[in-house]
Nanobody, 119 residues
Framework: QVQPVESGGGSVQAGGSLRLSCATP?????MAWFRQAPGKEREGIAA???????TEVESVKGRFSISRDASFTTTYLQMNSLQPEDTAVYSC????????????????WGQGTQVTVSS
């Protein structure tokens, strides 16, 4: 079992930006970001395939973007125009496939990082 290592969470005011990072010891076919707000279910928000494919869900599209570095062992989530409703624990998941990535089946999870957005 591999545990990705996340960094980059914190507190910002509404309209601010943060970049989250997720490092793995080797390349996974699919890397995804999830978040879970208090009292809510976990939500898949973005995914990146090793072939360059990326996707972001509608709730964050245009504000968040997922990317990987040249080695494909670090995955980023750039978050712009943050709003209080984006407050959550953000976790990255390393997956063998991006097919049905939102189910996070057999995912290797990072430890999670808190993002707090104040109004």
């Amino acid at each position: 079992q591999v545990q990705p290592v996340e960094s980059g969470g914190g507190s910002v005011q509404a309209g601010g930006s943060l970049r989250l990072s997720c490092a793995t010891p080797y390349v996974f076919n699919c890397m995804a970001w999830f978040r879970q707000a208090p009292g809510k279910e976990r939500e898949g928000i973005a995914a990146s395939g090793s072939g360059g494919w990326t996707t972001e869900v509608e709730s964050v599209k245009g504000r968040f973007s997922i990317s990987r570095d040249a080695s494909f062992t670090t995955t980023y989530l750039q978050m712009n125009s943050l709003q209080p409703e984006d407050t959550a624990v953000y976790s990255c998941a390393a997956l063998n496939s991006c097919m049905d990535w939102v189910s996070a089946r057999n995912a290797n999870w990072g430890q999670g990082t808190q993002v707090t957005v104040s109004s």
